[in-house]
């Protein structure tokens, strides 16, 4: 038996021992609730305060390294526009550069062009001039010609006297030793720089009579500006077989082709009675490039007059040569502009390329961010599923694949029946 006191009045009473035990294990399991009670409210408090701590803690840090992340967007953002506006600045600088030397390039070839159209009318006035000139002198020399005219006949019926005595080799080499004479008369006063011999080269099987050559500088055989293949005939008034100047054309020009002469020019006597050739300077060019016919009073003449345009159109040339350099400096100028044009093309396509690579690059930086806020945001999504799953958190969850949890509730429940 067991002695039981009660609390309220004090009496003191005896029980049986399943009595007892009935108590103990009332007051035992009334008092094992409450504990348990106490401890399952304190745990869901402590749970809660554990989750609401940890949910501030987590925005706090999210908020902080978004925060972070939108300056440093919006720094990016800062840095991309200001190297927009830069490389815009660069580029309308390089363009109001590039179109400011176009112009002025245009405008220098422009002046070039037009020096050069006056330069080139000048040089056609000088041309023109020089040809006006020229005719009057040939005007002029022909009238003094056709006053000569009637002293060298007198000249002529001489020679035909001279010839008649002569035999025919005789009547050429005299034609041949007249030229030569009438040249040597000159050759120091008028013909300095001018060489004038007898043709002795037949290795091609032919030979004109007289080469001329005349040289700016009698030192420099590259400075000659005329030649001239002389031909002379002659022939007897009593030959049988009358030959005619046209006869010894051919042989002239293939004699000047090989002795490398730019004229070439037949004295001669044949066809005494022809007034073709009576009148004065035959021009066979219509037969024969710069081929002429003249008779023996022509032949001072015709070498000054040939040499007088070979002069001439001597400083022509060297004008036209400096032009045509001029034209090559303007073509290398040209050459210049368009090679500038290239490799300045060149550069602003590079630098527009690096400028669109710069853009993709800021382009990727902004898409990294904006992943990396969706993570962030999931992330917060998550902490919102995880406290959920708090909330839902209870004793058989817990007790869910723990079989030692489990015994001891499955003996709490049966002991409570």
Do not use: W
Not at 98 to 107: K, T
Not at 119 to 139: A, C, Y
Not at 273 to 298: A, C, W
């Amino acid at each position: 038996m067991q002695e039981i006191k009660c609390p309220k009045c004090g009496e003191i009473f005896q029980v049986d021992e399943s009595g007892y035990a009935a108590i103990v294990k009332q007051i035992r399991d009334r008092e094992f609730n409450k504990e348990l009670l106490e401890s399952k409210t304190q745990l869901e408090t402590e749970k809660q305060n554990a989750v609401q701590l940890a949910i501030a803690e987590t925005q706090n840090d999210f908020k902080d390294i978004i925060a972070q992340k939108e300056a440093e967007l919006a720094q990016l953002k800062a840095q991309k526009d200001l190297e927009i506006s830069k490389l815009q600045a660069k580029i309308d600088s390089a363009e109001k550069e590039r179109q400011l030397a176009v112009n002025q390039a245009v405008a220098q070839k422009e002046n070039i062009i037009m020096e050069k159209e006056v330069q080139i009318s000048e040089l056609n006035g000088k041309v023109e001039s020089s040809q006006k000139e020229s005719q009057l002198k040939e005007q002029s020399l022909k009238e003094k010609y056709e006053e000569k005219l009637r002293a060298k006949e007198e000249e002529i019926d001489y020679y035909k006297d001279f010839k008649a005595r002569q035999s025919t080799k005789m009547v050429g080499e005299s034609l041949e030793q007249h030229c030569e004479i009438e040249f040597n008369k000159l050759r120091a006063t008028g013909f300095q720089n001018a060489y004038f011999e007898k043709d002795n080269d037949a290795r091609s099987g032919s030979k004109g009579d007289y080469i001329y050559r005349e040289f700016t500088d009698s030192s420099n055989p590259d400075t000659e500006f005329i030649s001239i293949m002389f031909e002379m005939k002659n022939e007897m008034d009593q030959t049988a077989t009358k030959k005619k100047n046209e006869d010894f054309l051919k042989e002239l020009n293939k004699d000047r082709n090989e002795k490398n002469c730019e004229y070439a020019v037949l004295v001669s006597l044949l066809e005494a009675d022809n007034e073709l050739y009576n009148t004065g300077i035959v021009d066979m060019s219509h037969r024969y490039p710069k081929m002429y016919v003249i008779r023996p009073q022509f032949f001072i003449p015709m070498i000054t007059l040939l040499r007088n345009a070979a002069q001439n159109a001597l400083s022509y040339r060297q004008e036209l040569a400096a032009i045509r350099n001029q034209n090559i400096d303007i073509t290398n100028f040209e050459n210049s502009l368009n090679e500038f044009k290239e490799k300045f093309g060149r550069n602003y396509r590079i630098a527009s390329e690096r400028f669109q690579t710069a853009i993709e690059e800021i382009d990727k930086t902004i898409t990294h961010l904006e992943k990396t806020k969706k993570a962030l945001l999931s992330s917060d999504n998550n902490l919102r599923l995880a406290n959920d799953k708090a909330e839902d958190l209870s004793i058989k969850k817990l007790t869910r694949n723990n079989p030692t949890m489990a015994a001891k509730f499955s003996e709490l429940q049966q002991e409570q029946k």
